[in-house]
């Protein structure tokens, strides 16, 4: 059982290659006993990364598998799935989008494999996640991260952007400690341009 997760090393971190045969339960409990043997090198280095490639597991399995992975070495590490070398290609499936309607407290967080909509605010101390683009029709003043799955294309658009935290795919930025508290003049979009993000409004971007 313990050959359903191998670790290999790579250039920027690890990767995971999992069986093509094990059940996601074996993969799962083996994959979270290896990364508590080795959370101390991602602990001990901020640019790790980790790989997961193979596995015959479904999209919702792989969102699973993230989050409790992420819980063990830490939030900040880029997870990203891969096919097996020389996989067959197949045409990419559109998950259904999330709509949700009200505001969101501190504690509360929303997540969706594909787009995320929020009709409503998203206070300090609540999370919103998406695979897709997030949008926010309303305040976004908590923990906001697109392109989970590592698609920095993806963006984030709010009428009031002005979040705690604000990730895209990999690239991370935070507000300042004492951030204005100024409202814009018009719905704003968060979108990653050479490793950066950058933030202005949607009648400026192109």
């Known amino acids: 059982m313990y050959n359903s997760v ?5 250039k920027d ?29 991602f602990q001990a ?15 919702g399995d792989k969102c ?7 819980e063990i070495i830490g939030e900040d590490v880029l997870i990203t799935f ?19 309607r009200g505001t969101l407290r501190s504690g509360q967080n929303v997540s969706s494999t594909g787009h995320l909509i929020v009709l409503g605010d998203v206070n300090p101390g609540a999370e919103v996640s998406a695979v897709g683009n997030v949008v926010v029709l ?30 895209i795919a990999d690239i991370i930025t935070r507000a300042p400690d004492e951030q204005a508290q100024v409202v814009p003049e018009e719905p704003e979009m968060a979108y990653v341009i050479d490793n950066r993000i950058y933030i202005e409004g949607i009648s400026k971007k192109k």
């Open 45 to 59: 280095k901020s640019d790790m990364n980790l790989y997961i490639e193979g596995g015959q597991i479904s999209h």
């Open 138 to 167: 309303g305040a976004l003043k908590g923990i906001v991260h697109a392109g989970m799955e590592g698609d920095r294309d993806c963006c984030i658009i709010a009428l009031q952007l002005n979040p705690t935290q604000i990730r």
């Open 64 to 70: 699973d598998l993230r989050k409790c992975v992420q």
């Open 82 to 100: 891969t096919e097996n070398a020389g996989a067959k290609q197949v045409m990419p499936v559109i998950y259904e989008s999330v709509f949700h």
């Open 6 to 10: 191998k670790l290999v090393g790579v």
């Open 13 to 41: 971190g690890l990767k995971a290659v999992l069986s093509d045969i094990a059940k996601y339960s074996e993969i799962k409990k083996v994959m979270l006993e290896k990364m508590n043997e080795t959370k101390e090198l």
